[in-house]
């Protein structure tokens, strides 16, 4: 599918109930959000899923041949199996077009769609397309959904903070998500302002000036 194809794709349809004049009375079902485009995402949203996600993504070409060797040399030398995160461009193949069952199959069909799609698409637009689709948890699919359900505000809007909040979200979104357990959330999100110090994304100084217990969540 094109572009304008794959962004009107949705993985559920949102119920909203109305009166009569019109107001919104509650919504049932996935939240979406608005649509928003790569420029209108804040860099620190982008850069902070980028290094929790997928740190090489601007240099692989779908999969990451480095990520895979150390998941096999770590399998060889400690005997434990093969855990090798999928690069952002595999889940985004995952969650529009394939589901997450663990089959040997669909990892393949997972890396040749991912390839196909750095194929035919810009990094740019991968990362648009991943960043309004992806499952954030609470029923949020994309940043804004989840800026919105989690802090009460348009996803344009992030502080370093509330970016680490919602890029630790991916990994787990039923558990680490603020509906589920707000520590939990906090938690991760330290990690991740770890991981976007380490990767360049922030400086230490700005990485312990963040002050994640202060983070206002939505009521």
């Given at each position: 599918?094109?572009?304008?194809?794959?962004?009107?794709?949705?993985?559920?349809?949102?119920?909203?109930?109305?009166?009569?004049?019109?107001?919104?009375?509650?919504?049932?079902?996935?939240?979406?959000?608005?649509?928003?485009?790569?420029?209108?995402?804040?860099?620190?949203?982008?850069?902070?899923?980028?290094?929790?996600?997928?740190?090489?993504?601007h240099s692989h070409f779908?999969?990451?041949?480095?990520?895979?060797?150390?998941?096999?040399?770590?399998?060889?030398?400690?005997?434990?199996?093969?855990?090798?995160?999928?690069?952002?461009?595999?889940?985004?193949?995952?969650?529009?077009?394939?589901?997450?069952?663990?089959?040997?199959?669909?990892?393949?069909?997972?890396?040749?769609?991912?390839?196909?799609?750095?194929?035919?698409?810009?990094?740019?637009?991968?990362?648009?397309?991943?960043?309004?689709?992806?499952?954030?948890?609470?029923?949020?699919?994309?940043?804004?959904?989840?800026?919105?359900?989690?802090?009460?505000?348009?996803?344009?809007?992030?502080?370093?903070?509330?970016?680490a909040i919602v890029a630790?979200?991916?990994k787990a979104p039923s558990?680490?998500?603020?509906?589920?357990?707000?520590?939990?959330?906090?938690?991760?999100?330290?990690?991740?302002?770890?991981?976007?110090?380490?990767?360049?994304?922030?400086?230490?100084?700005?990485?312990?000036?963040?002050?994640?217990?202060?983070?206002?969540?939505?009521?």
């Amino acid at each position: 599918p094109g572009f304008e194809e794959l962004k009107s794709s949705q993985a559920g349809q949102m119920i909203v109930v109305r009166a009569r004049d019109g107001s919104e009375l509650v919504s049932l079902g996935p939240s979406y959000g608005k649509w928003l485009s790569h420029d209108q995402i804040p860099a620190i949203m982008r850069e902070a899923m980028v290094a929790v996600e997928d740190r090489r993504f601007h240099s692989h070409f779908g999969v990451d041949p480095l990520g895979l060797a150390r998941a096999g040399y770590l399998a060889a030398t400690t005997g434990k199996s093969i855990r090798a995160t999928s690069t952002i461009s595999q889940q985004l193949a995952r969650t529009v077009f394939l589901n997450n069952s663990r089959t040997f199959t669909r990892k393949v069909r997972e890396a040749v769609i991912a390839m196909a799609l750095e194929w035919k698409f810009s990094k740019e637009e991968i990362l648009e397309l991943y960043l309004n689709k992806v499952y954030f948890g609470g029923g949020a699919y994309g940043v804004d959904a989840a800026a919105r359900k989690f802090f009460g505000h348009a996803g344009t809007q992030m502080s370093v903070s509330e970016a680490a909040i919602v890029a630790g979200l991916v990994k787990a979104p039923s558990h680490y998500s603020p509906t589920a357990d707000r520590e939990a959330a906090i938690d991760r999100a330290r990690v991740v302002l770890g991981l976007m110090q380490t990767n360049g994304v922030i400086g230490a100084g700005e990485a312990a000036a963040v002050d994640l217990a202060a983070v206002k969540f939505a009521a």
